[in-house]
């Protein structure tokens, strides 16, 4: 059998049989998504869970003065979603873009209940992929009510060492909360240490 990078992530908690592989192939969509290409755009409801399988995704907020802000990244290996908005329905407040040219793995709400139903252990392996990014969420804002620049851009570069190198500075100091330039110095500090 061909590897498949989402059967492989799933087995990566709990081994699938030929009968629950095949069932998760026929319910999640492959996509191959072009840098800059939005999958999620605000005011729209967020319909999928997606898993990057190559590439890197970013999901961010617009301010009132029009400022993007970046909530999350997710490179090979990782989930994104608005989470919120995939639950209840309800339209997004973020947008999810591709930062490279991506191929995704996306399932959509009936599909993922249709599997939850059909292979229980499913439902276990994603209850532990949402307990591990709420787990994330927390300790990010935690780290943004109590941490310096300098703390935060070191837990960066523990949560996403393979993004390190491949994002601009811009986008990194955006998902800091700080300026690229103030990002430089960051670096610069501690490089020097």
């Known amino acids: 059998m061909n590897s498949h990078p989402l059967i492989d992530h ?3 908690f709990l081994p699938l049989s030929d009968t629950e592989r095949q ?7 492959r996509r191959v998504v072009k ?3 939005e999958i999620l755009k605000e005011g729209y409801v967020c319909r999928h869970y997606t ?3 190559e590439g890197c995704l970013k999901m961010y907020v617009v301010d009132a003065r029009g400022i993007k802000h970046n909530i999350q990244f997710a490179a090979e290996g990782d989930w994104i979603a608005d989470i919120g908005g995939f639950h209840s329905g309800k339209p997004s407040q973020a947008f999810i873009e591709a930062m490279e040219p991506s191929i995704i793995y996306a399932i959509e709400k009936e599909d993922l209940y249709h599997l939850y139903r059909s292979i229980p252990k499913l439902d276990r392996i994603f209850k532990v992929i949402i307990e591990n990014k709420f787990v994330e969420l927390q300790n990010r804002v935690l780290q943004n009510i109590s941490s310096t620049a300098h703390e935060r851009y070191q837990s960066f570069v523990e949560q996403y060492p393979k993004l390190v190198q491949r994002l601009p500075n811009a986008q990194i100091a955006s ?3 700080i300026t690229p330039e103030f990002l ?3 670096r610069k500090d501690l490089s020097r240490n």
């Open 175 to 177: 998902y800091l909360g």
């Open 35 to 37: 840098r800059k290409e």
């Open 10 to 12: 799933f087995e990566t």
């Open 184 to 186: 430089s110095k960051v």
């Open 51 to 53: 898993f990057v399988a």
């Open 23 to 29: 069932l998760i192939e026929s319910r999640v969509a």
